[in-house]
């Protein structure tokens, strides 16, 4: 079996480590004996939809937002909603998150349009959320935490079409308002995470790459299981700095 992994923008977006996500989403596959290509998707390339199994696209400032912006409803907003449709998988950090949603208004009051992928919308605020974040998700069906760190002044709303990935156990998440992170659309989740996020939740990465495998080779694949301890480790570190500091939400982890 093999995933080809679209990176979008890679020189523009990618902050905190982002690219990150591409060495865990590929090692993790290789080791699971799936093979692997990625290949950078810039600013003026298409792609084809039916092409790319998994598309990344990680956090950037208001400037790289801008240029990326207008490359989105040009060149590949059309062909990443129609990948997601067609049940691609999409990880999409910060900047990248907030311009799959309708719009981002920046502290100029300049709106960025975004592709409507997520039924969401971002508008600066005045203080920078910034900080680790834990949080509590059950979109794959059992109950996971997330770990990772975020730093955004932008504070995302979800429409109803729109389900979050979880709710904020630490941290600030969408908006530091209601008390949810992320946003999910069939096999695509945009989150504030960096961190970067994947080599931290070693669960998302296997997650994704099982969710692309089941697109392209059959819903009954079930990914061989890949030693996570090292991840798990990190994982737990972060909870456990965060509970140390007695600030977690809940005491349920
Ligand atoms: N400019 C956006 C914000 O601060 C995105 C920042 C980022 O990607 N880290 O909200």
New binding site residues.
Partial sequence: MKVVIGHLYADLMN?YGDRGNIIALTRRAQWAGVEVEVRNLALGQTLDPREYDILFVG????RE?SLIADDLQKVKGGSIVEAVEDGAVVLA???GY?LLGKYFKTGEDVVLPGIGLFDAW?V?GNR?CIGDAVVECSFTGERRTLVGFE????KTYLGPAARPIGKVLHGFGNNAEDGFEGAVYKNAYGTYL?GSILPKNAWLTDHLIASALRRRYGQNIVLPPVDAGLEERAHRAVIARIRGRGKMNTGAI
Avoid: K, L, P, Y
């Fill in positions: 902050i956090g950037g400032q208001d937002q950090v910060c900047g907030q971002t600066a920078r730093n955004h002044s932008g960096h």
